[in-house]
């Protein structure tokens, strides 16, 4: 849980004076600026192939030899790139294998990033090359502190190479056994079975598009595929520069990669952070967020991660790109250190002069001087930021989780049937992260094959399929001492998207729960069903289950149509625990009522002993605590007891104000 890397709170950004070669006095001039921004780290060599190699086999490092030199001379850290998210032009066209082929089988052209084949042997070995001649290069650089694998890594490549892999993967996946994929794939239907895996292509609107098993298992692949892409980027780093830790950066609830199964291979998780803030709903937006980092943090059993990207002020990519209020920057950088983040880091430290980013933020704008507002803030952040470096290393667990699983991600979108339009996975696990959220307490985001037995509450929303393995696991789970919550649609496939049989949910879940489950409504928009709950009725939208309780206690039950008067709410006693079953869509007023009831039955523990007006995130890390307004407007707190205010040293209690995107450190 606790991990430390860095003596202090890394405060940066992704740096490009590749883009700046003929112009040095300007990297001369960013680093008396980034230390005036009390920046103490740059991320280099992001896309900078071309300027390492412009010509095969002619490796120009001297540039990067005096930048290295500069930062090392100025303090400030060097988190180091590896090259493979864009290429020279000369590597595509003397390889053409190395590009993109889509899925109606026509090759990329070279240009834009992340255009790459996953499988090319010539790629991964150019990226092999060029990554280790960076190891032995700057093993040894007293700036390089960390290295940073690509950028983003994203989408699927379906040339031929990439379907051979993906029918050898299928082979060992299936035991090399036709029949047991035809089995599994259930491919009697519509007359699909198979006498050979040479058969098979990736999924494609113009191919195969129906077969869920099909989708499911190209997803798994091509995600094991960016594994093996990273394993192959870091086996000349490992084995040359032992001690640099390692990272790439997530995107979000990005579903092309199962970043679960990811974070394995890594040492620290980071993730580029661009919230929608001041759109009109900055309530959901910290929510969302404060979510994202709890996912994060999560998936090295609550070990500090990075915040790799996120904008000192516009992004370029929205529609319209409106300028967040002055301080957002500063009130979501306090968000992600409390949530567990050891960095703040920027997209980007100097502005682009041309080319597709040139409008998007950056802490140095075009004119080039530090008297900018955003500049401002930036060093007035860097300096709070450098208060805090107690905080670093320090990771911590939560005693309530929220499952949220990636293949369960996939399965649920793919499948045809109930409502089409309304499946929304991650939104229902953020939905049931808010009222834990609201109360100030911290909540673990796991897949469903963590270890549930530290939880006193695990909460599984639509979990539609289970892997091998996980019906026994809850059961157990309960069976020990534990209290689960399903919901609709909970257990009704395997991995391979088969239908469990003999009744849903799946097999002795069945038995946890007490209920077993007959039909699934569907709601088109506009219509609703209504739930009846400790007096008060609540909302049904999208979908719900028709169930029947064998053993459950019965706490709510619809009101309308033919299924009124049937449970829709219930608690089951199974062994030493309990199991809820939620069987509607449920909204965030009955998730925050019936999680007050969760909280008070398994005793969890808010950060905050006083009450958290609406919009604003109370978190503890370490010895202090937290109070981040995301509200519009001032809000007021009723502290319970004399703190230290941990910025300016005052003593603060009772009724305090905190402004508008403000926030208070407490000790
Ligand atoms: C990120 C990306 C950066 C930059 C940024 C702009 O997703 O990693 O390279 O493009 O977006 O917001």
């Known amino acids: 849980m606790n991990k430390k890397y860095f003596e202090h709170i890394v405060h940066g950004g992704d740096y490009n004076p590749d883009q700046w070669l003929k112009t040095p006095e300007i990297i001369d001039e960013d680093m008396r600026l980034m230390k005036l921004a009390n920046v103490n780290s740059a991320t280099v060599g992001i896309f900078a192939w071309s300027a390492i190699e412009p010509r095969e086999g002619e490796y120009h490092f001297e540039w990067f030899d005096t930048v290295l030199d500069k930062m090392a001379e100025n303090g400030i850290d060097a988190i180091l790139a590896t090259p ?343 939104k229902k696990c953020i939905s049931w992260y808010a009222p834990f959220f609201k109360n100030g307490i911290p909540a673990d985001i796991i897949p469903m094959d963590a270890d549930f037995s530290e939880y006193k509450l695990v909460i599984a929303p639509f979990l539609y399929m289970l892997k091998d393995g996980t019906e026994e696991r809850i059961k157990n789970y309960v069976a020990n001492g534990g209290t689960f919550v399903g919901t609709y649609l909970t257990g009704v496939v395997d991995k391979n998207d088969l239908c469990f049989l003999k009744g849903l949910p799946a097999g002795e879940l069945k038995d946890v729960f007490g209920i077993w489950a007959e039909e699934t409504d569907s709601l088109p928009e506009g219509m609703e069903n209504s739930a009846e709950f400790g007096g008060k009725s609540y909302s049904v939208r999208d979908m719900c289950d028709i169930i029947h309780s064998t053993d459950a206690k019965v706490l709510g039950t619809y009101e309308k149509d033919f299924y009124a008067g049937e449970p829709a709410v219930t608690e089951n006693e199974y062994g030493n625990g309990k199991a809820y079953y939620v069987a509607f869509v449920s909204d965030d007023d009955f998730n925050s009522a019936f999680c007050k009831k969760l909280i008070e039955e398994t005793g969890l523990k808010s950060d905050a002993d006083f009450e958290i007006p609406a919009g604003v995130d109370v978190r503890r890390r370490g010895e202090l605590l937290f109070i981040l307004n995301f509200a519009p407007g001032e809000t007021e707190i009723l502290l319970d007891k004399e703190y230290e205010d941990f910025i300016s040293g005052a003593k603060v209690s009772g009724k305090t104000v905190v402004p508008e995107c403000g926030y208070l450190l407490l000790r």
């Open 84 to 426: 493979s998210g864009a290429r020279p032009a000369w590597l595509a066209e003397k390889y053409p294998e190395v590009l993109r082929v889509n899925e109606n089988g026509i090759r990329n052209e070279y240009g834009i990033r992340h255009n790459h084949c996953l499988t090319s042997p010539v790629y991964r070995e150019k990226v092999r090359e060029i990554n280790r001649l960076l190891a032995e290069r700057y093993k040894d650089h007293p700036a390089v502190k960390m290295w940073h694998i690509s950028n983003e890594y994203s989408g699927e490549c379906h040339c031929e190479l990439c379907q051979q892999k993906f029918r050898e993967w299928l082979k060992e996946y299936y035991h090399n056994d036709i029949e047991e994929l035809n089995d599994a794939w259930w491919n009697g239907f519509w007359s699909h079975k198979l006498t050979d895996f040479s058969s098979i292509n990736s999924p494609k609107d113009r191919g195969e598009n129906h077969v869920v098993a099909l989708k499911l298992c190209w997803k798994r692949f091509t995600s094991e595929q960016h594994i093996s892409f990273l394993e192959n980027e870091i086996a000349p780093l490992r084995e040359i520069t032992p001690d640099i830790p390692i990272t790439t950066n997530y995107m979000r609830l990005y579903d092309g990669i199962d970043y679960q199964k990811m974070a394995e291979h890594l040492d620290i998780v980071s993730w580029d952070d661009y919230p929608y803030w001041d759109r009109g709903n900055n309530d959901y937006a910290c929510c969302e967020n404060a979510f994202n980092h709890d996912l994060f943090r999560s998936m090295k059993g609550g070990q500090p991660f990075f915040m790799m990207e996120s904008t000192p002020s516009i992004v370029n990519w929205h529609n319209v790109n409106k300028i967040p209020r002055p301080g957002r920057t500063e009130l979501a950088a306090m968000q992600a250190i409390a949530h567990g983040a050891d960095s703040i880091q920027y997209f980007q430290w100097r502005k682009s002069r041309g080319s597709h980013e040139k409008f998007h933020g950056a802490v140095v704008d075009h004119c080039g001087h530090e008297n900018t507002r955003v500049f401002r803030e930036i060093t007035k952040l860097g300096k709070n930021i450098s208060k805090l470096s107690e905080l670093t290393g320090k990771g911590y667990s939560s005693k309530v989780a929220i499952v949220l699983d990636w293949e369960n991600m996939w399965a649920t979108k793919f499948f045809c049937g109930y409502n089409n339009l309304k499946r929304e996975y991650a």
